[in-house]
């Protein structure tokens, strides 16, 4: 039972940014905004997590709107090793993080 | 390397048997999670442990039990191993409530059970 909606699916060219956006319109005042990617039956890898303010790592940058309700993961020069299913999860820091189906991102050359 | 360790990386074993898959978490990390991933599903959620304490319970069989041990590792075992049962179990671990993390949730790189 996700609480986040995802697009299924998403294209981007190699070297264009990625844009991948995520509905949380349940999120509630304590819980934060997760991205984490799955390369190919690896472990998934964080990407970066926000509660209320757009957020920057040397991965990618987490957009949040006003009303929190909806956010979008950037990575700015996507490449081939990008490829991955993405996953946006609401949740607190201290308790489960319940995964989606996520987005899978398919960046071409 | 992410910090945290899974062993084994890959267990085959046959139906019936019972089975430890072991974990150990990020240093300083106190919470340590079990999930589990089969090809026709994706990340399903089984138990937290926070402290060496059962946390949070989610779709664990009761074949399966877990524990934390006082140096924090933790133990998954699976019991009456069905062929349903192979998938990717994944441990991740977190830092205690109210630390000022900032790398999130540190996951390892998962045991492969095959049971056949």
């Known amino acids: 039972d996700a609480k986040t909606t995802q697009p299924t699916s998403m294209d981007c060219a190699e070297g264009r940014a990625a844009n991948l956006p995520c509905n949380h319109s349940?999120?509630?005042?304590?819980?934060?905004v997760y991205w984490y990617r799955q390369i190919h039956s690896q472990g998934p890898q964080y990407i970066i997590h926000?509660?209320?303010n757009n957020e920057t790592n040397e991965m990618a940058s987490l957009i949040i709107t006003e009303d929190r309700k909806s956010s979008t993961l950037i990575l700015p020069h996507a490449t081939l090793r990008d490829t991955a299913v993405y996953y946006c999860i609401q949740g607190t820091s201290y308790g489960k993080l319940t995964f989606g189906q996520g987005t899978i991102l398919t960046v071409h050359p | 390397d992410s910090g945290v360790t899974q062993t084994p990386k890959h267990l085959i074993t046959a139906t019936g048997q019972r089975v430890t898959l072991r974990c150990s978490p990020r240093s300083g990390d106190l919470s340590v999670y079990w999930y589990q991933q089969s090809l026709d599903q994706g990340l399903q959620f089984l138990i937290q442990y926070y402290n060496g304490e059962e946390r949070a319970k989610g779709n664990i069989l009761e074949r399966f039990s877990a524990q934390q041990f006082p140096d924090l590792h933790s133990e998954l075992n699976l019991s009456s191993l069905e062929l349903g049962d192979s998938a990717l179990y994944f441990c991740?671990?977190?830092?205690?409530?109210?630390?000022?993390?900032?790398?999130?949730?540190?996951f390892g790189s998962g045991t492969r059970l095959t049971v056949v």
């Open positions: 991740a671990s977190s830092p205690s409530p109210g630390h000022p993390a900032n790398y999130g949730y540190t």
């Open positions: 349940t999120i509630s005042g304590n819980e934060y």
């Open positions: 926000g509660l209320k």
